[in-house]
Nanobody, 121 residues
Framework: QVQLVESGGGLVQPGGSLRLSCAAS????????MGWYRQAPGKQRELVAR???????NAADSAKGRFTISRDNAKNTVYLQMNSLKPEDTAVYSC???????????????WGQGTQVTVSS
């Protein structure tokens, strides 16, 4: 079992920045992929950015050029640096950690409780 705890959310003005952190309760070295997802009220959850154990990053088009995901195995932590925030970025951001097989099937996964990001004037 792995517990994931997100932090760093809050209220920011458009154009501002936030850095989200996802701290795992134990080593994440055997988790193939960790990522950030978000869900706005009335909308389905969507991928923001994901990073594999090999350092491969997959990001949503809306995040490319503005958001940066990074993974620090030594600290059991994944970060999401968000710059140039827009009102449409407002959502609950949740951390996900997954173990997948060689063809991409999810063997098991964990979710954090989420952290609220609100972008408004």
């Amino acid at each position: 079992q792995v517990q994931l705890v997100e932090s760093g959310g809050g209220l920011v003005q458009p154009g501002g920045s936030l850095r989200l952190s996802c701290a795992a309760s134990r080593s994440i070295v055997n988790l193939n992929a960790m990522g950030w997802y978000r869900q706005a009220p009335g909308k389905q959850r969507e991928l923001v950015a994901r990073i594999t154990s090999g350092g491969i990053i997959n990001a949503a088009d809306s995040a490319k050029g503005r958001f940066t995901i990074s993974r620090d195995n030594a600290k059991n932590t994944v970060y999401l640096q968000m710059n140039s925030l827009k009102p449409e970025d407002t959502a609950v951001y949740s951390c996900n950690a997954a173990r997948v097989d060689t063809i991409g099937n999810i063997l098991y996964e964990y979710w954090g409780q989420g952290t609220q990001v609100t972008v408004s004037s």
